[in-house]
């Protein structure tokens, strides 16, 4: 793992699927790529603790942050090599930011922070909670879902950052982000 938090430079648009759990952004970050022939950024975190909670079933802890912010913009670095047009991004620091922000008092790592507002990325899809809570090892919030996407809604609104949320059925989504997407597709 490289261990940097900035971005490499590039030509595609970056777009990224921002919500809650379970609101259906791996999902559509897989279909989007598939539309568009590129590539996509699988969520890291879910990975990392994937792999804790089958080895030692324990979750998410403090100190875990930032090797998930150093591997997600490993990840995020490394399918740039492939991507064309756009490369979406399953989630990014700014999503661990509200996560830190939701889940420890003492609020996100200041080097996630600053990594947040230097990097750039082209536009945001925020994805409602409008769609079915599904269970698996890692989601533990289904009741309090509104409170988190009201904190990721806020976090877009207060960084001023240009973003369309995604409401309706799966299929509803992905029309209206391929829609979406097509005006803001370099030429």
């Known amino acids: 793992m490289e261990k940097t938090l900035e971005q490499q430079d ?23 790529a598939e539309h568009f022939n ?22 998410i802890e403090p100190n875990d ?3 998930i ?11 740039l090599e492939k991507a064309n047009q756009f490369l979406f991004c399953d989630t990014n620091l700014r999503e661990l930011k509200v996560y830190c922000n939701y889940y ?6 200041q080097e996630i922070v600053t990594a947040t507002e230097k990097n750039h990325y082209d536009f945001y899809l925020l994805t409602d909670i409008d769609i079915p809570w599904e269970a698996d090892d890692l989601r533990d919030r289904p009741y309090d879902r509104s409170t ?6 806020t976090e877009l609104k207060e960084a001023n950052l240009p973003y369309e949320k ?8 992905f029309d209206k982000a391929v829609n979406l997407l097509k005006s803001l597709k370099p030429t």
């Open 10 to 32: 590039t030509d595609c648009l970056r777009i990224v699927l921002f919500g809650p759990e379970s609101t259906g952004k791996t999902t559509l970050a897989r279909q989007l």
């Open 38 to 59: 590129t590539k996509w950024v699988p969520e890291f975190m879910r990975e990392y603790l994937q792999e804790k909670w089958d080895r030692f079933e324990k979750a």
């Open 65 to 67: 942050v930032m090797s």
């Open 69 to 79: 912010a150093y591997g997600q913009m490993d990840l995020e670095n490394a399918a």
């Open 104 to 109: 420890d008092p003492k609020g996100c790592p």
């Open 148 to 153: 988190l996407f009201c904190m990721f809604e």
């Open 166 to 173: 995604l409401t309706g059925n799966r299929e509803e989504r």
